[in-house]
């Protein structure tokens, strides 16, 4: 099912839904986004505001296709459903079935993801495209990107290097920053609990001919949470005293800008991001770091420029990207600090055959790190090939893709096949099997600090697994439910070599088996504007290598259930939810002995439209609204009780969401 | 949903392909028999291969059956002269009739105490091959104690997860116990070994000392137990990650939980021990900030805890000796980081390191001597009154243990860098008198000691480099050769530690 089916046939939604596929494929293009699609409007042809009924359609719930692979199990989860609740990426991927975060301290600390039971590091993260893993290793910081800038987030699921790229073992959470039609502006500010403050604010507009978009966005918290805390958490006696959490700060500003140009019969789409941030680290609660804390900054550039080719079904595109990442810590009365840089280079070609689509890109690149602990200036060149089909019959969709890409020492082939058969009207059934790497990172390779010792002779970790299942993805409801197996091959341990130093090693292997469902509809408005939405993540891990005492155990920190679900109401200009996140008992070691307890998390909130012109809505959002002041990140630091937060949000009317 | 799993494994032959095969992985010098890493050079169930059972009077020798020490050969069979009615004190030597073999000699019957296993008479309670009933065989090196098979010595061999059980005299004596995690420090209490193990998720094994018996193990929060100490009817584990002392019941069951003093701000509790109604925790801490104390622990309600838990705390800290108040606790720049305690005759002594900060290959951290060892002794009759007695010879001193009026303490460091401020001896202090009398330290060649331990009269000592255990003679200072206990873990890179030693009472 394409973009252009689900929404209506309006010139201005389909501006709008260009503009989203032409932003997806700003820095990666998917075999989706086919020259067939419409051609690009010049800038100055921007349309005007979309009618807030034809948002609300599309933007209300999630989908279950990814552009980057049509036919891998996807779901697709669109920031406007959740406006005015200050949710950041790892809120809304927390949303998807299949994905688990790990939270290190609410908001504005650490926060990771993991799909399908990988590591963070299985996880590939992408802000338009772009790779924000570095070779540095270690996962992607969700909450680096600011919140104000999220459009949407794809969640993909399953091995996706042919697609995406090395390093996606365990899936791909692709961030697709805002877009706006010419004339569109916005601006939100929040304020809450524990000292938060949150604004963000974009414009659109169309000087000179070129489409132009500028989003800037800074959040602010003290972080200090009352929380009860545990001094004697082994004797089994629930006594706990009231404490209060502090230098638990986090300030984090950001600002974008994205333009588009028509040169003749090519486009050129430029995208330029800025974000630094600073955190406090307040150190497990038996052993406080009052003075410990975290910088970083991150810069990325970014221009396209495509245009048909020699004949009318070719499609010829180059990208050029740029990365910068800085990370300094001071740990007590130590320093580091960790700079780096990846450039890379890509030509593409897309060829469009009656309903078949074919992809071609060759991607050159390089990436350099100076740090703390690392000796010189390591880099690593990386050079990729990929092919991808998307062939379509009436009924049936197959998408072969094949990736060959060196990263530095590391070589490896990375392969998909999907599929996906329409059974009857709207469902289909979809499947897929694919095989990708992750290459070790620098921190693996070559980083000595503290306890930790390099291991120069890594092999990259290897994923490969498959999924099937039942799609039902239509106008005002989307339901899908799969099953899938993934095995994890080579992964990289850190394990014990003398007296506390740490080593990493291919140690690890597992096997990860699940039912990932969700269900979610549109607003119905014969019912209040009555919208329902649910997943559900079943998680069966297995460790197949390693003492006999491990073996056949659940991996740790793998919840075996995971439940989502969110109920809300929009009678006319009020709008009112509520959430439960309930995640399932997990251990809390290899040998299954320490359980962590299943908790449940409830969220509330509502909104009020102000003013429909311009645009003017007020938004109440509660978090963890029975106040459990108990909750911890299942490593003992604890999670915030009760948060209220508080947004204004104005701006022009396609901006809101209104039922 | 079972089934809808399975059937899409089935569906994926790419995931058969791949092979999820499950894989042992085993310490160096073990393999995988079954569902266990073995020795195939000692394994009486795996003798030189999987599955291949010795005798049940013969062991494993160097990976071939052997006649076990305190038996005799007839012909090629290995015969127990002392019970075998068909050779009686000698081969051929049959008793006659319905006669009995009792101590190599035919009798009519068994004497009172003794019990007839077949034609055989047995001391059931001692007899290790008829230990607690006719016909149950202890594992080569076990003896019998009280119709109970059990080795003498038990090693914590933390790199690889485990207790191996040894006889006195080091050599192997039945199979090694599994532990969730490194185990660091040990002790014998009630009729079980409990281990005290770490990284990466803190836990307390409860081994039966019966070997037949199986193990319980207790998760509890953090990820650093330093040490185990037995007081009465319970067992004092400190907790360095949490900053708290635990305390166990002797079925392993936690009973009690106490906060030490400053705990947000990491104590790192290490060594503990008590007399009566008061326990001493030496807070080892980090550094400047934390720790450098001595916490006196209020156990007077630890009965009324123990008989109802849950009810009543077991214990509360009543004082803090702040070292860094102490004159001669340290040497500046030096903290005193205190380590390790023992209490006798109404006196705590507790070794403190007395270090400074250096340059490591990771950093600075305290781990340089910045001058003689010190030894705190407190004394309780005295309201708690402090004396610092200098440990000349031993820097960085660490374990103590107590042979009569002898504290053995041991000295040294793990880093080579230091040996000549901190040469790996044990030293000698007479604690019997006061102030106490540091004797001569007692070189050990090849080995960083790590504890010292009192079985039977000798010395074992555990080298924090190695798997080894070295066994010496406190009263003639004869030191024997380190006897390696410990595999190392698996891979090129793979290390072994013995960490601890105990033994029962």
């Known amino acids: ?264 019969e090519a486009r050129l789409d430029a995208l330029a991001q800025l974000s630094a941030g600073r955190r406090e680290l307040p150190g497990w609660p038996y052993a406080l770091t009052p003075s410990d804390s975290q910088e970083d900054g991150r810069a990325i550039l970014a221009a396209r420029l495509s245009g048909t080719g020699p004949r009318p079904d070719l499609l010829l595109a180059a990208r050029a990207s740029l990365r910068l990442d800085t990370l300094s810590s001071r740990l007590g009365p130590a320093r580091s600090r960790q700079e780096g840089g990846a450039a890379e280079l890509e030509a593409e070609a897309r060829l469009v055959r009656g309903p078949h689509a074919f992809r071609g890109t060759v991607e050159a690149g390089g990436e350099a790190l100076r740090g703390t602990g690392l000796a010189g200036t390591p880099g690593r060149a990386t050079l990729a090939a990929a092919a991808s089909a998307d062939l379509a019959w009436e009924r049936l969709r197959i998408g072969p893709a094949l990736r060959a890409e060196r990263v530095g020492p590391f070589a490896g082939l990375s392969a998909k096949l999907g599929g996906s058969l329409r059974l009857a009207g709207p469902l289909a059934l979809r499947a897929s099997g694919g095989r990708t790497f992750r290459p070790p990172g620098f921190a693996e390779l070559r980083l000595e600090q503290g306890l930790l010792q390099p291991n120069p002779d890594l092999r990259p970790e290897e994923g490969l697994g498959g999924d099937a299942g039942l799609v039902l993805d239509t106008g005002p409801l989307l339901a899908s439910a799969g099953v899938h197996a993934t095995l994890y091959r080579d992964l990289v341990y850190y394990q014990r070599v003398s007296l506390g130093r740490l080593r990493p090693f291919n140690a690890g292997k597992v096997l990860v088996q699940g039912v990932e469902a969700e269900v979610a509809s549109a607003p119905v408005r014969a019912l209040l504007g009555l919208s329902l939405q649910a997943s559900y ?87 963890n609204a029975a106040d459990d002041r108990t909750r911890d990140d299942g490593f003992g630091n604890p999670l915030p009780g009760r948060m209220v937060l508080v947004t204004l949000r104005t701006g022009s009317t396609q901006g809101e969401v209104t039922p | 949903m079972r089934r809808l799993l399975a059937s899409a494994v089935l569906l994926l032959p790419l995931l058969l392909l791949a092979g999820c095969q499950k894989e042992l992985v085993c310490p160096e010098g073990r393999t995988a028999c079954g569902d266990r890493c073995v020795s195939l050079l000692s394994d009486a169930a795996n003798c030189g291969s999987c599955g291949a059972a010795v005798g049940p009077l013969e062991v494993c020798a160097a990976g071939a059956p052997a006649c076990a020490s305190d038996v005799g050969v007839c012909g090629a069979a290995c015969t127990d002269l002392a ?31 003794q019990t007839a296993c077949g034609r055989s008479c047995v001391d059931v309670d001692s007899d290790r091959f008829h230990c607690g009933g006719c016909g149950i065989a202890c594992a080569p090196g076990e003896g019998c104690h009280e119709g109970t098979c059990r080795s003498d010595i038990y090693v914590a061999c933390n790199a690889t997860n485990e207790i191996v059980p040894v006889a006195a005299d080091l050599e192997p004596a039945g199979a090694s116990r599994s532990t969730p995690a490194g185990p660091q420090a040990l002790a014998v209490a009630g009729a079980s070994v409990f281990s005290a193990n770490g990284y990466p998720s803190a836990s307390v094994s409860v081994l039966p000392l019966a070997s037949s018996s199986a193990p319980l193990h207790v998760p509890v929060a953090g990820s650093d137990l330093q040490h185990v100490a037995r007081h009465g009817d319970v067992v004092l584990v400190t ?181 000549s401020l901190a040469p790996r001896v044990l030293l000698p202090v007479n604690v019997g008198v006061s102030p106490p009398a540091p004797g001569t330290p007692l070189p050990l060649p090849g080995v960083v000691p790590g504890k010292v331990r009192f079985c039977a009269g000798m010395g074992y000592v555990t080298d924090q480099k190695t798997g080894s255990v070295l066994r010496f003679s406190p009263a003639t200072r004869a030191v024997e050769a380190p006897v390696t206990i410990c595999p190392s873990s698996p891979g090129p890179f793979g290390y072994a530690w013995a960490a601890d030693v105990a033994c029962p009472e």
Not at chain 1, 585 to 614: C, E, H, M, T, Y
Not at chain 2, 83 to 112: E, I, K, M, Y
């Open chain 1, 1 to 264: 099912m394409s973009a252009r089916n689900r929404i209506p046939g309006r010139p201005g939604a389909r501006a709008l839904a260009f503009a989203a596929i032409a932003s997806a494929a700003l820095v990666r293009g998917g075999p989706e986004a086919r020259a067939a699609e419409p051609s690009p409007p010049a800038a100055g042809e921007e349309q005007a505001p979309l009618a807030p009924e034809e948002i609300v359609v599309v933007g209300r719930r999630p989908r279950a296709q990814a552009p980057g692979d049509p036919t891998a199990s996807a779901t697709v989860i669109e920031g406007d459903r959740y406006a005015g609740e200050a949710k950041g990426v790892a809120e809304l991927v927390a949303t998807a079935p299949g994905v688990a975060i790990r939270e290190y301290g609410g908001l504005g600390q650490l926060a990771t993801a993991s799909i399908r039971g990988s590591t963070a590091n299985g996880v590939l993260v992408l802000l338009d495209g772009m790779p924000l893993n570095t070779a540095f290793g270690g996962g992607v910081d969700l909450s680096s990107i600011p919140r104000g800038w999220i459009d949407r987030i794809e969640v993909v699921r399953g091995a996706e290097g042919a697609h995406y790229g090395a390093g996606s073992l365990g899936g791909v959470v692709n961030v697709v920053t805002r877009r706006r039609p010419s004339g569109a502006w916005s601006v939100e500010a929040t304020g809450g609990s524990f000292g938060t403050w949150l604004a963000s604010a974009d414009v659109a507009a169309s000087p000179g001919g070129a489409a132009l978009f500028l989003a800037a966005a800074a959040e602010t918290t003290d972080g200090d949470f009352p929380y009860r805390w545990d001094p004697t958490p082994s004797d089994g006696d629930p006594g706990r005293v009231e404490s209060s959490r502090e230098n638990n700060g986090a300030r984090r500003a950001g600002a974008m800008a994205k333009a588009s140009l028509s040169l003749g």
């Open chain 1, 537 to 623: 993540t079943l998680l069966a891990t297995e460790i197949l290598r390693g003492a006999p005492e491990v073996v056949g155990n659940e991996v740790p920190h793998r919840a075996r259930h995971r439940l989502y679900a969110r109920a809300s109401v929009a009678p006319g200009p009020v709008e009112a939810h509520v959430e439960a996140h309930l995640v399932g008992r997990q251990f809390a070691d290899d040998r299954n002995l320490s359980a962590i307890p299943a908790a449940l998390l409830w969220n509330a909130g509502g909104s009020v439209r102000l003013s429909r012109d311009p645009a003017l809505r007020l938004s109440v959002e509660v978090r």
């Open chain 2, 83 to 113: 019970r075998d009615p068909a050779n009686c004190g000698a081969c051929g030597n049959a008793c006659p009739g319905p006669q009995l073999c009792a101590t190599a000699s035919c009798v009519d019957a068994c004497s009172p105490g």
């Open chain 2, 239 to 419: 907790n360095a990650s949490v900053g708290s002392l635990l305390v166990l019941d002797l079925s392993g069951q936690v009973v009690g939980e106490i906060a030490m003093p400053d705990q947000q701000s990491a104590p790192n509790p290490h060594g503990v021990a008590a007399a009566g109604d008061t326990a001493w925790v030496a807070l080892f801490g980090y550094g400047p900030g934390s720790g450098q104390s001595i916490a006196k622990v209020d156990l007077s309600g630890l009965s009324a805890c123990v008989a109802a838990p849950g009810t009543a705390p077991c214990g509360a800290v009543l004082d803090e000796i702040d070292l860094l108040a102490v004159t001669g606790a340290f040497d500046p720049p030096g903290l005193p980081f205190p380590s390790s305690v023992v209490t006798t005759a109404g006196r705590a002594f507790v070794t403190l390191a007395n270090l400074e900060e250096d340059a490591t290959p990771w950093g600075t951290g305290y781990v340089k001597p910045a001058g003689n060892g010190k030894l705190a002794m407190i004394d309780a009759e005295a309201g708690d009154a402090v004396t610092i007695v200098e440990l000349p010879g031993c820097g960085n001193p660490g374990a103590i243990a107590l042979a009569g009026t002898t504290a053995w303490i041991a000295c040294g460091t793990y880093s080579d860098d230091y040996v």
